[in-house]
């Protein structure tokens, strides 16, 4: 114990011991961060080329390894921040990228997301709407209504009745084409109710539209549904009679006769 009080009361010494301490400190560092650089990182890829508004499944990507140092911008690693996230809009993934966090965002943070919602071989119907009409603007995004029709028959009589059932609300815009239950602070009224229906049914709505005192009603329904039942509900026609009185005042055009225009 004497003897080392003895080696650190000398100045010469001490330096000496400090000069080591400090290289052997520095030394260390160094060969850490070195390691730290050049040790590889397990990173995604994209598989196959992605376009915007794709949602991002486990089947799309790859992973490889790659030095820390080569990894520049905001790449995403982690398959949390991936999985089941959508392209961008205006992002192309193409084969063989790496992912950035600005090209995927979540599905409700794309512009009219709704429209991802649209069954394969289904179409998206724009209903205008008031508040009256919405009754009082208590139609929401997953709410289901039942279309109903007015108009005149050849005898010149009323005829009411329930058209269509079973439509499921997909998006409500007010008249600047913004979500109107999108945010609380703003007082946003109803201008378009967006829905999805098959293609015969998209027809027979829009040959409504056009003829002369017909009025199409949107209607809430009692019909309550669960996530897990949602794909076992259908949309269908319930007046053969309404669909008729249509039909019978607008011609059938069958695309496959349509000729192009000669030059």
């Known amino acids: 114990m004497k003897k ?46 992605i376009n915007p508004r794709t949602k991002i499944t486990n089947d799309m990507i790859s992973w490889v390894e790659i030095p820390s140092t080569s990894i520049k911008g905001n790449v995403i690693t982690k398959e949390s921040d991936l999985i089941n996230y959508y392209t961008n809009v205006n992002s192309v993934i193409p084969s063989g990228s790496l992912f950035y966090k600005s ?16 069954p394969d071989g289904y179409v998206a119907y724009n209903f205008s709407v008031n508040v009256s009409t919405t009754y009082g603007n208590s139609m929401y995004p997953g709410n289901y209504v039942d279309v109903y029709f007015k108009g005149i028959s050849d005898d010149g009589l009323l005829m009411v009745g329930k058209l269509i059932e079973n439509v499921k609300i ?3 815009k007010d008249s600047s084409g913004r979500h109107v239950f999108e945010t609380s602070d703003a007082d946003r009224s109803p201008s378009q109710i967006i829905f999805a229906v098959t293609k015969e049914i998209h027809l027979l709505l829009r040959k409504a539209e056009y003829i002369k005192d017909v009025e199409i009603i949107l209607v809430p329904s009692n019909v309550s549904v669960t996530v897990e039942d949602e794909d076992k509900i259908t949309i269908n026609v319930t007046s053969d009679t309404i669909k008729e009185y249509i039909e019978s005042r607008s011609v059938y055009i069958d695309e496959n006769e349509i000729t192009q225009p000669t030059e």
Request: net charge neutral; no cysteine.
């Open 103 to 118: 090209q995927v965002v979540r599905q409700e943070e794309l512009p009219d997301s709704f429209l991802i919602d649209v």
């Open 170 to 172: 997909l998006a409500v």
């Open 4 to 49: 080392l009080k003895q080696i650190l009361s000398n100045k010469n010494t001490v330096t000496f011991i400090a000069a080591i301490l400090i290289v052997l400190v520095l030394y260390f560092f160094y060969n850490w961060r070195v390691n730290e650089a050049t040790s590889p990182i397990r990173v995604p890829y994209a598989n196959q080329n």
